[in-house]
């Protein structure tokens, strides 16, 4: 028996196959066309995309023998979808990058601003929401015709379903659900003019949705009665995926940006509004953060080098003479707001070396994570190490000898990971925690072995400060 994860991302497809130990059985990847990966996506292609996954992982297990107990789907957050009164879409989905709905974003910011506050995120044009109230000013036709508001994954659930069904709270969040109550706020109706009833009920991630319904059994190869599972966003999922999956444990997802995550029994609390979280499918909380900086920084300073080649050149137990905060533009947002927010160089003249950019990335997790502690945020001193970054051991020793706690780099990672690991605690382990506890395998593990970055640290800290940047 295997569980079923599927990743629907902006450029593409990623579905796996699982067993209980969480031994890989199958894995297919679909990519988009270029012209498919843009701000208004065709929610058809997503299921033809799904559809032809499935297939070719149906044929892979029905070779193995293998059955299927459960799936689960993750998707972009923030990104929307209108159903007609048949489930069909109305018009291309509005992805979270769209940045259409500015001036709907600040109205949809006064009107939730409780819940906002509460939750410690500032609403903007990248949510749900304010891309629904667009579309109800711009598409007349869409707005008259509207029957349910859903998310990527929502889209694929029902087709699966062969109904629309509840949404998962941790895309719920972005359409302005109210996560501490349960509830979606009544001023989403009263003030923002949505009706309620168009929006969908809401489920914790993890939670029984229905079983798949005959005709997209037949569409994919696979039985009809096969449990389908709510799902999560992708980050969420991302984050169980790689293992941290209870209190106390936290997740480094080091791709274009650097994105931070803990597990928490209590909400905290960022007065800045800096630090925001969603819910975790067992009620826990999971705060955290997405820095501009990250992996994304060495594209654009070393264009067209071999990375892996410019790895050979790092010494991970010896800092670099200068001490960089490695921005790519103007801003940052965590792990600490400053719009105007530019990269600085400390050192001697001349260009900074390719340790240097990876030191002050390591630099800038080490400050995220004594974000959270600051806020009360208690965790294990071990960092489940995820995203393109975590290939490199290099760097992944130079983050371990800088942040001084031990990264656990999983052999399988990935928001199609975390889904399946939803459909397993369903299927077989009970709920997602034991789920993650019993698949997760680690491939690496890098211990701190070194203070010699301490100075250079203190140095780094100390221009925040002088900045006014910090804390």
């Not at 936290?250 to 597990?263: C, E, F, M, P």
């Not at 260009?351 to 080490?366: I, T």
């Amino acid at each position: 028996m295997v569980v079923i994860g599927v990743d629907l991302g902006t450029s593409g497809l990623r579905m796996v196959a699982l067993g209980q130990d969480g031994t890989p059985a199958g894995q297919v990847a679909i990519r988009f066309a270029d012209t498919e990966q843009g701000a208004e996506q065709d929610p058809r292609r997503w299921w033809q995309a799904f559809t032809a996954a499935g297939r070719l992982l149906a044929e892979s297990l029905q070779a193995r023998g293998e059955e299927v107990a459960a799936l689960a789907v993750a998707s972009t957050s923030g990104s929307v979808v209108g159903l007609d009164a048949a489930g069909e879409p109305l018009a291309p989905a509005l992805l979270y990058f769209d940045p259409r709905a500015d001036a709907e974003a600040e109205a949809a910011g006064v009107a939730l601003a409780a819940e906002a506050e509460a939750l410690g995120y500032r609403l903007d044009a990248s949510f749900g929401l304010p891309k629904v109230l667009y579309l109800r000013r711009t598409r007349p036709a869409w707005r008259a015709r509207l029957h349910r508001v859903t998310t990527p994954s929502g889209y694929l659930e029902a087709r699966l379903l062969g109904h629309a069904g509840p949404l998962d709270w941790t895309n719920a969040l972005k359409l302005g659900y109210d996560l501490l109550r349960g509830e979606w706020p009544a001023t989403i109706e009263s003030v923002l003019g949505l009706p309620l009833d168009q929006l969908p009920p809401v489920v914790a991630p993890g939670t029984l949705l229905g079983p798949l319904d005959r005709r997209a059994a037949a569409e994919l190869g696979w039985p009809a009665g096969t449990p389908v599972v709510a799902g999560m966003t992708d980050g969420c999922a991302s984050q169980l995926g790689s293992g941290a999956a209870r209190p106390g444990q936290k997740n480094t997802s080091l791709g274009t940006t650097l994105v931070v995550k803990a597990i928490t029994r209590e909400l905290p609390h960022d007065p800045d509004g800096v630090v925001y979280s969603h819910r975790h499918p067992l009620g826990y909380w999971m705060p955290g953060g997405a820095s501009n900086t990250g992996g994304g920084i060495l594209r654009s300073a070393f264009p067209g080098a071999d990375l892996a080649e410019l790895d050979a050149t790092v010494d991970p137990d010896r800092p670099s003479p200068h001490v960089l905060y490695p921005l790519p533009g103007t801003g940052e947002r965590f792990p600490f707001r400053r719009p105007q927010a530019t990269a600085f160089r400390l050192g001697p003249p001349g260009q900074p070396a390719y340790q240097s950019y990876l030191e002050g990335v390591a630099f800038v997790e080490r400050l995220a994570y004594e974000r959270l502690a600051a806020l009360g945020i208690e965790t294990e001193p071990v960092i489940y190490a995820t995203g393109g970054g975590s290939e490199s051991a290099a760097w992944n020793q130079l983050r371990a000898n800088i942040t001084g706690q031990e990264l656990v780099r999983p052999a399988l990672t990935g928001a199609d990971v975390g889904a399946a690991l939803l459909a397993a605690g369903h299927a077989w382990h009970g709920d997602v925690v034991q789920a993650a506890a019993a698949m997760v395998r680690p491939a690496a593990r890098y211990r701190p072995r070194t203070d010699a970055f301490e100075a250079a640290y203190a140095r780094f800290r100390e221009e925040l400060v002088r900045r006014g940047w910090w804390p």
